[in-house]
């Protein structure tokens, strides 16, 4: 039973504190994985401004997000310029490259992609993207091999753009199988990996799951039969749930599943099927998300 864990760095917290962290828990159990990182302004803080939309406020509540994220990301970019994570943590992010994990891009400046992506044209998208991809490429001494956009918020304008970076593949959506994305009727060469399992702030405190059994829950939706794809967060699992994340590897690998890092899966995927990209609400996120769904065009 294999699982492909990513794990997502949205913040400078999660960069300082939470990667070092996670490393160290991935390396006790050998496991490898892939790592995608925000590298340009932290303005997370900015998200503060959501919290006026009742449903993110319930979520607020429901998550305590000052514990999950700390009050000085919640704030971060709200009053000042947020600081560029890549510049100041470059060492961090290079280090989780050496030790052999996958390194991917998920934004340049993680809070604007998903505030302005509904506005934001191709040359804006292709603009976002470069800056990340140029800061990576200086840090880890080659351009990242792979992509993830923040928050799954990825449409065809995105795809398009990703298609001019030398990405092996993108994880930008929330899915079932391993696909190549159709745009157009043209299908795109770069395959997604779509994320098919839920978050931690997705479940917890829905529908009786709480920190005693979220462990459980989640390995009790891990199918040997089907595609499964894990992501945390640098800031959640790798900070404030630690121990937690710790004792999830344990029970998973002693329960016989192994962790790998997404660009592995591609080998033993042939053949890839074709999909569109489409918005789709989930449980227990705000706003939409972009979901895999059955191709018209080609099928
Ligand atoms: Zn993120």
């Known amino acids: 039973m294999k699982i492909g864990l990513r794990i997502d760095v949205d913040t400078f917290r999660g960069t300082r504190y939470g990667v070092p962290n996670l490393c160290k828990i991935l390396a006790d159990y050998s496991v ?9 302004p932290d303005n997370m803080g900015r998200h503060l401004w959501r919290l006026i939309r009742p449903t993110f406020f319930r979520k607020m509540l429901r998550t305590r997000a000052s514990s999950l994220y700390g009050w000085d990301i919640l704030f971060k970019g709200t009053f000042w310029p947020g600081p560029v994570i890549g510049e100041k943590l470059g060492h961090i992010i290079r280090s989780v490259s050496d030790v052999g994990h996958e390194v991917g891009l998920h934004a340049w400046d993680h809070h604007a992609w998903q505030a302005h992506i509904d506005t934001m044209d191709s040359d804006a998208i292709h603009r976002s993207l470069n800056k990340g991809v140029e800061l990576l490429t200086r840090i880890l001494g080659r351009p990242p091999t792979c992509s993830a956009v923040p928050g799954w918020k990825c449409n065809d304008l995105v795809l398009m753009e990703k298609a ?3 990405f092996g593949y993108n994880s930008d959506c929330r899915g079932e199988s391993i696909f190549r994305p159709v745009v157009g ?3 795109l060469s770069q395959p997604q990996i779509p994320v098919t399992l839920p978050t931690y702030d997705e ?11 979220y462990n459980d829950y989640t390995l009790s939706l891990i199918k040997p039969d089907r595609l499964n794809i894990l992501t945390i967060h640098a800031e959640v699992e790798g900070i404030i749930c630690l121990e937690m994340f710790d004792r999830f590897v344990k029970i998973a690998q002693s329960k016989g599943a192994s962790f790998a890092p997404l660009g592995t899966l591609l080998a033993g995927s042939s053949p890839i099927r074709r999909a569109t990209i489409v918005a789709n609400k989930i449980h227990g996120r705000d706003g939409w998300v972009s979901c895999q769904a059955p191709c018209k065009v080609c099928k």
């Open 203 to 213: 479940v917890i405190g829905h529908n009786g799951v709480s920190n005693s059994n």
């Open 32 to 40: 490898m994985a892939s790592f995608f990182f925000s590298v340009g």
């Open 164 to 166: 001019k970076f030398p």
């Open 185 to 187: 009727g043209n299908e």
